[in-house]
């Protein structure tokens, strides 16, 4: 089993940047592949970003390619989102998820991932 916890989180004026960090429980961190989701208010929840468990491979939503990098430390059972030009439209609740040996064809899809986190708020004022 995984356990998730999201961090970095904040109230950011558009324009500005954050990093959202999002550590894991277990030992077997560098089997999953992780990803990003986001729920904006009164929207469903809806793909941002995602690496495979090898890192080799990353996948971005358009709404976000360009600005958001997703990276990982499997040393120390991480994730990371630099979050760059923020716009108000990104705001929303941030979920990290972990799919176990996940496949790029995949990532992009919820419902294959095993594990979420609580979920950290990012605000980002106009």
């Known amino acids: 089993q995984v356990q998730l916890v999201e961090s970095g989180g904040g109230l950011v004026q558009a324009g500005g940047s954050l990093r959202l960090s999002c550590a894991a429980s277990?030992?077997?961190?560098?089997?999953?592949?992780m990803g990003w989701f986001r729920q904006p208010p009164g929207k469903e929840r809806e793909f941002v970003a995602a690496i495979t468990w090898s890192g080799g491979s990353t996948v971005y939503a358009d709404s976000v390619k360009g600005r958001f990098t997703i990276s990982r430390d499997n040393a120390k059972n991480s994730v990371y989102l630099q979050m760059n030009s923020l716009k108000p439209e990104d705001t929303a609740v941030y979920y990290c998820?972990?799919?176990?040996?996940?496949?790029?064809?995949?990532?992009?899809?919820?419902?294959?991932?095993?594990?979420w986190g609580q979920g950290t708020q990012v605000t980002v004022s106009s």
């Open positions: 998820a972990a799919d176990f040996h996940g496949a790029t064809i995949f990532l992009r899809v919820r419902d294959r991932y095993d594990y």
């Open positions: 277990g030992r077997t961190f560098s089997s999953y592949s």
